[in-house]
T-cell receptor, first 114, second 114 residues
């Protein structure tokens, strides 16, 4: 079982560049989400989706876009990277929060913006 | 503002002793809480959850206590082992107008002393 797969694991960008962090899950989970983790800040929710075609903003959505065209995939787009977006990004999925709060996390993507 | 937070950023415990990690929340509408464990270099992993109609739930070597009166929950780990060394996060299922989302606290790092 692959679970939640994130790519790339590491990325270095220059300010103003764009990129997409990929997230895929093979567990047929309806709920998917993106978090960023910074030292001393815990995990902060960026965007989430309760099913294909539905997305919503979390705590820190500015500077990020998402889409959910399929149940399996939930890419996170940085349109114009800024140094403040240097962080470790985690994708997570769940059967659905009405069922369980158990999130399954990917291994993380470490992004550095110069 | 409303938040889920931790009382202590770091906790050191002797191997074999019991550990108690505390968490305070402020959103009185939250009715479901989860504890996660994050080992170095990995994504968080689900430990145990509790709904607001309960005040105690036990798992294997772990117990979660919920006190809704003072908006406090705790995670107790019995007979702490070296493998328990990690950062522990409490999280809440925050209800929105349209759907729910999981919001994390800042975390407590648990150090195990030999």
């Amino acid at each position: 079982n692959a679970g939640v797969t994130q790519t790339p694991k590491f990325q270095v960008l220059k300010t103003g560049q764009s990129m997409t962090l990929q997230c895929a899950q093979d567990m047929n989970h309806e709920y998917m989400s993106w978090y960023r983790q910074d030292p001393g800040m815990g995990l902060r929710l960026i965007h989430y989706s309760v099913g294909a075609g539905i997305t919503d903003q979390g705590e820190v959505p500015n500077g990020y876009n998402v889409s959910r065209s399929t149940t399996e995939d939930f890419p996170l787009r940085l349109l114009s990277a800024a140094p403040s977006q240097t962080s470790v990004y985690f994708c997570a999925s769940s059967l659905g929060l009405g069922v369980t709060g158990e999130l399954f996390f990917g291994e993380g993507s470490r992004l550095t913006v110069l | 503002g409303e938040n889920v937070g931790l009382h202590l950023p770091t906790l050191s415990v002797q191997e074999g002793d019991n550990s108690i990690i505390n968490c305070a929340y402020s959103n009185s509408a939250s009715d479901y809480f989860i504890w996660y464990k994050q080992e170095s270099g990995k994504g968080p992993q689900f430990i145990i959850d509790i709904r607001s109609n309960m005040d105690k739930r036990q798992g294997q070597r772990v117990t979660v206590l919920l006190n809704k009166t003072v908006k406090h929950l705790s995670l107790q780990i019995a007979a702490t082992q070296p493998g328990d060394s990690a950062v522990y996060f409490c999280a809440e299922n925050r209800r929105g107008n349209r759907d729910d989302k999981i919001i994390f606290g800042k975390g407590t790092r648990l150090h195990i002393l030999p």
